[in-house]
């Protein structure tokens, strides 16, 4: 914190929770307290109960958990493998012709989840990528989704690199492809663990999309969460969704770990 006086600090704390605590704990914290409950008629719930966990960790519950982990980690590789090729190859293109691909994979992000889903269900409904109706189909579309937040993150981190370390590489003899796996790679590893864990992150929310596409058989929690409280059972869509947020955090903490070693290898 860039603030030296006793006083400031204490206004900048001040400030910092009065915007956090509504903005952001409030709501989570609402979706805890309803995850234990059973009614809630006035400003706190009432008729504390775990069942609503119980139906959370258990039978559909726990595989569209697993369905969602899945998917997420398969469209963060396969958007993170896309995203970083995309952001070497034009690293080493004029300005003008980066700014093109920028602006292409940026595209998705500017339009309507739903739109993308509905243009990935027609382009993968017929021969010769009969995708419709298998959990293909719903991997390519969050991929889609979060490849360019992997390729911006990738990007930025390209331009910040030193290129000494590369350039000594290539003069002592090694070839393009060996200075990418021994020079490059290992420096951007630190910006690749963060894209991935946003990539995750993204992928595990993603509902609008997931709506139109997925099969019966392969049901993603957000899914679970939004059939939930249409029904009605409130609480119990509380619940499931802590559990995609405690299943999320945890994975994040798991990709932090793996970022702080890297950064400081």
């Known amino acids: 914190m860039l ?9 900048v704390w001040a400030v910092f929770l009065l915007l956090f605590l509504p903005l952001f704990a409030l709501p989570l914290l609402v979706v805890l307290g309803a995850s234990f409950a059973t009614h809630w008629s006035s400003v706190l ?17 726990l595989q569209a958990l697993t369905t969602s982990l899945v998917t997420a980690v398969t469209a963060s590789l396969l958007a993170l493998a896309t995203g970083t090729w995309a952001a070497l190859a034009a690293a080493a293109l004029k300005k003008s012709h980066r700014k093109v691909m920028d602006a292409l994979f940026v595209l998705p992000v500017a339009v309507p989840s739903v739109v993308v889903g509905l243009a990935v269900l027609v382009a993968f409904s017929q021969p010769p990528m009969l995708l419709n109706g298998t959990r293909w189909i719903v991997i390519i579309a969050h991929a889609v989704l979060v490849t360019a937040f992997a390729h911006q993150s990738v990007s930025a981190a390209i331009i910040r690199l030193d290129p000494v370390y590369e350039q000594a590489a290539a003069a002592l003899g090694a070839s393009p492809a060996r200075v990418l796996w021994r020079i490059r790679l290992p420096l951007l590893l630190p910006s690749l663990t963060a894209a991935a864990g946003l990539c995750f992150a993204l992928s595990m929310g993603e509902l609008s999309a997931t709506m139109m596409l997925y099969p019966p058989d392969w049901t993603p929690l957000p899914v679970l969460i939004y059939a939930s409280t249409d029904r009605g059972a409130l609480f119990t869509g509380s619940a499931i969704a802590v559990v995609l947020m405690a299943a999320t955090l945890l994975v994040l903490l798991a990709v932090s770990r793996i970022r702080t070693r890297a950064t400081y290898r």
Do not use: D, K, M
Request: charged share 20%; glycine share 12%.
């Open 45 to 61: 719930p009432s008729g504390l109960t775990t069942a609503n966990y119980e139906a959370a960790t258990r039978g559909e519950a």
């Open 3 to 11: 603030v030296h006086s006793r006083g400031a600090r204490w206004a």
